[in-house]
């Protein structure tokens, strides 16, 4: 199959790089060491006056440094909208932009687990709801409760009852949502879907009928990029041919990966892949979507953050097509009425090194204001339930009203349903799958994961 001309990707290791300087000291010219007495006093006293002020200045919170891995596209523009907001509110606090590009999250990760590791954190860096915060910072101690920031800006009663419990432990919240993307979305382009004279697949069935019409016309029926984004749609393919009940108990530890319907669920996936296009190892995430807009693919399954780059403004690296004519949207195949969810966050790193920054970031980030600038940028909605709708193009409000009726259930790829050790080997093994495309094999290593490290 075509997975087959797939290389395994080679895990990016990021190479901190610690600059350390210094020279040999300089001796006073010997006409200052023979000064008189009341003459170096004068500078002395100098210095025990400055002191208070650069603690104050320390104790105000003079900076922040926040990390994630928003660097390019509708990413980007959003979380610069959102440091705006936070410019205008703390005009004395320097933003440090920390981002780390590459592979969803993946590079960034990897740098920032390096700097945990080496007791060097950002003040607040991005993160998943659900078991990415759970069961790997909250974990590790890395991060610090937020319950009386919560209680102070009545954010229990404006953020969904759904997604506290997803970012709280033993009482504790841990971090800051800014948003909810749904990651099960099926973006087409509606002059190929036309051209070749298929409608819409509702299941895998459907959808091999119309990729046979679409690369009959010469296109790719279903762009894919990197890695990640294989797993992304394994996630939603899994989704599609168990329902969400049984999608769910495979993280809980209630459904069996060693199961027959596991197994047909996995083989229908070895055949979406047979209709991927050849270069999609070496392909991002914009790549392939850009493959779909293009018009030289039909579709593209991938997470809502497609929107921003679709429809955001050109000058900020984005496409600029309008929703519903230049690029249209479905539920994957078998997942109508099942909304598979993520949101970004932002914690407080325990030990943080300007805590007084941190915390004025992250209330601008769970603010109402903050919230409205950065979500209809970035291609999502807002974690808030009082966000004004009128600010959201045609796909996000679709997203709300969704959000708010659809069965809800989380995202593996983007670390709602498993914990960070759990998936690397869920990774590890898709890799491979990837390559030799050897389903038995594939699952037994899924059955594995699952018994040592599942949640």
């Excluded at 990021?14 to 008189?36: D, F, I, R, T, Y």
């Excluded at 495979?250 to 270069?279: F, H, I, K």
């Excluded at 007084?356 to 209330?363: F, I, K, R, T, V």
Aim: aromatic share 8%.
């Amino acid at each position: 199959m075509k997975s087959k001309m797939w290389i395994l990707p080679v895990l990016i290791l990021a190479v901190l790089l610690a600059a350390c300087g210094g020279g040999a000291a300089v001796e006073e010219p010997a006409e200052e060491e023979a000064a008189p007495a009341e003459e170096e006093a004068a500078p002395a006293e100098e210095e025990e006056e400055a002191a208070p002020a650069e603690e104050e200045e320390e104790m105000m919170g003079g900076e922040v440094e926040v990390f994630s891995w928003w660097t390019g596209g509708g990413e980007a523009a959003g979380l610069d909208a959102m440091i705006v907001v936070f410019d205008e509110a703390n005009p004395d606090v320097e933003f440090i932009n920390a981002a780390v590009a590459g592979g969803a999250g993946t590079n960034a990760r990897a740098v920032l687990a390096s700097r945990l590791q080496a007791n060097d954190p950002p003040d607040s860096w991005q993160a998943h709801a659900g078991q990415e915060i759970i069961g790997t910072y909250v974990a590790a101690d890395q991060i610090e409760p937020l319950n009386d920031l919560f209680e102070e800006q009545g954010w229990i009663d404006v953020m969904p009852e759904t997604l506290i419990p997803l970012i709280s432990a033993d009482g504790n919240i841990y971090s800051v949502p800014v948003n909810i993307h749904r990651a099960n979305v099926m973006w087409y382009n509606p002059a190929v879907v036309e051209e070749a004279g298929v409608d819409i697949p509702t299941n895998w069935d459907e959808f091999f009928t119309a990729c046979d019409a679409i690369e009959a016309a010469g296109k790719i029926c279903l762009s894919m990029g990197e890695q990640w984004t294989a797993m992304h749609l394994l996630e939603v393919v899994l989704l599609g041919e168990l329902g969400p009940d049984a999608y769910n108990a495979l993280w809980t530890g209630e459904g069996d990966w060693g199961s027959a319907d596991v197994t047909a669920a996995l083989e229908t996936y070895g055949q979406v892949l047979e209709r991927v296009n050849e270069d999609a190892a070496s392909l991002t995430w914009q790549d392939a979507s850009q493959l779909v807009a293009n018009g030289d693919a039909a579709f593209n399954i991938m997470g809502d953050w497609v929107d921003g780059y679709y429809s955001g403004d050109v000058a900020g690296g984005n496409l600029g097509l309008v929703p519903g004519e230049g690029y249209g949207w479905a539920p994957p195949p078998g997942t109508d009425g099942v909304f598979q969810f993520l949101s970004d966050s932002f914690t407080l790193a325990k030990g943080a090194p300007h805590p007084e920054g941190a915390m004025a970031w992250l209330q601008i980030a769970g603010s109402k204001e903050g919230q409205e600038a950065f979500n209809p940028v970035k291609g999502s909605i807002c974690a808030r339930t009082d966000c004004d709708t009128t600010l959201f193009n045609e796909y996000l409000q679709t997203a709300m009203a969704d959000w708010s009726s659809d069965v809800v259930v989380g995202s593996l790829t983007h670390g709602v349903t498993a914990n960070d050790t759990w998936k690397n080997e869920i990774n590890t093994a898709l890799g491979l799958f990837l390559v030799d495309g050897d389903v038995a094999a594939f699952q037994e290593a899924l059955v594995e994961a699952a018994g040592a490290y599942g949640n």
